[in-house]
């Protein structure tokens, strides 16, 4: 990373890999920690940056790793706004505007200790949306409804 003025901060390309853009500021952490990222992998991490259309938002580039579907969609849960730009010889050859799943199957955990899918090893959970804004999924089985606090703590997986 190079300083070109006292207001801005440049950050070298990659070559290939992933840049996930427009992620709401301090969030960044908590998308490394989805995508379980293992030594070896260049990182550049960039937090609570002015965006025109955010405010502030989180950047986070990381070289030769492509996110797959499933990461995009843990992703989407904590960072609805984010956008993956899939790179190649320094060119963007993908762009994936993302989106909050209608459906979500076997990702989260019914809080409902008396759902079916805490006591029958056969019942995948599932989840619907039913808000983005504030998120909330409800438990097709049940009916319980579990929210995006609730949600950012099975995937970062805290017991707090």
Partial sequence: METVNKKELIV????NGTVIDH?????????LRILKIAEGYRIALVMNVESKKMGKKDIVKIENKEVDEKEANL?????????INIIRD??????????IPDVVKGLLKCTNLMCIT????????????????PLKMKCVYC???IDENEILKQILGSKS
Wanted: charged share 35%; glycine share 2%; proline share 6%.
């Fill in 118 to 133: 805490n006591n029958d090893v056969e019942a995948m959970p599932e989840f619907k949306k039913i808000s983005e804004k």
């Fill in 90 to 99: 320094y060119e963007v050859v993908e762009k994936k505007k993302l989106k």
């Fill in 23 to 31: 992620i709401p500021a301090g969030r960044a952490l908590a998308v």
């Fill in 12 to 15: 070298s390309k990659i070559k």
């Fill in 143 to 145: 009916d319980t409804v």
């Fill in 75 to 83: 992703i989407t849960l904590i960072a609805p706004t984010a956008t």
